[in-house]
């Protein structure tokens, strides 16, 4: 009877293997004091944003082509999975002095 210890470091292998194949990572962006924080430099499709509102004020995360459009209530996070690839430009609609960019590679 073989030992079921020995199949631990196979299958914990074989777990690392598939999640580098899916590679999708994800990302906490947090809003505070008006501003958004960096956005990440390796950003790739399908990969999942979770944005967070820090502040007392309601923001949101648009996108000037309108690919994306996230609603913030004060103190929330929301998620997002990244769609396509592209340099897009983001703002706040209720303070459109916030700004901010994503760059995503394919
Ligand atoms: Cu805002």
């Known amino acids: 009877m073989g030992s079921p210890t020995k199949l631990l470091p196979v299958l ?6 598939s999640s580098g194949v899916a590679s999708a990572a994800e990302y906490q962006l947090t809003i505070a004091g008006m501003k958004f924080g ?3 430099a390796e950003l790739h499709v399908g990969d999942v944003i979770v944005w967070r509102n820090d502040d ?3 923001h949101t995360v648009t996108a000037r082509d309108k690919s994306f459009d996230v609603d913030l209530p004060p103190k929330s996070q929301a998620r ?8 897009v430009d983001f703002y ?4 459109p002095a916030m700004t901010g960019k994503l760059d995503v590679r394919p």
């Open 12 to 17: 914990l292998t074989l777990l690392w293997a």
């Open 56 to 58: 007392i004020f309601r």
């Open 92 to 95: 706040c609609r209720f303070h």
């Open 38 to 40: 960096p956005t990440p």
């Open 80 to 87: 997002m999975t990244v769609g396509r690839a592209g340099a």
